[in-house]
């Protein structure tokens, strides 16, 4: 329940970046600079006095939210909200990527290379289900 609670507390603070900063609908780097400036803000932490490699190390303990989580809340908001969207071409670049990733795990599927319903381990004991194509 409170993960639930801190992606609803993040995702409303990702809406209110996307409004304040325009530059920051076209850039998840940009976008989430602001997110962990507001976090530092909040933390009393110098942003400028953390080294990237702490950082990296260190932000689930400092309660920083990951870059994945930013990327996923700002996608279900440009779902839904038009005005907070990406400019034209960004739209267009990231449509043409998610089409070439789509056609790339369908060959994997279409070749025999991976099979639906099979659990594939990855790195570090975590592992991904493939429940089917992506068609």
């Known amino acids: ?37 507001l976090y530092c803000v909040q933390r009393n932490i110098d942003i400028k006095g953390l080294s990237f490699e702490y950082f990296l190390l260190n932000q689930r303990e400092m309660g920083f939210p990951s870059i994945e989580s930013v990327g996923r809340c700002r996608r279900r908001i440009q779902e839904k909200r038009a005005d907070l969207c990406a400019t034209e ?18 060959a994997w599927f279409s070749h025999g290379l991976v099979k639906k319903g099979v659990n594939y381990h990855a790195p570090k004991g975590t592992w991904l289900l493939l429940n089917g194509s992506p068609d």
Do not use: A
């Open 1 to 37: 329940m409170e993960r639930e609670n801190n992606l609803f507390k993040l995702g409303e603070i990702v809406e209110n970046v996307l409004e304040e900063y325009e530059e920051t609908r076209n850039d998840d780097n940009c976008l989430y600079l602001q997110i962990i400036k």
């Open 89 to 106: 071409s960004v739209r267009r670049k990231r449509e043409t990527h998610k089409k070439r990733v789509l056609e790339y795990v369908s």
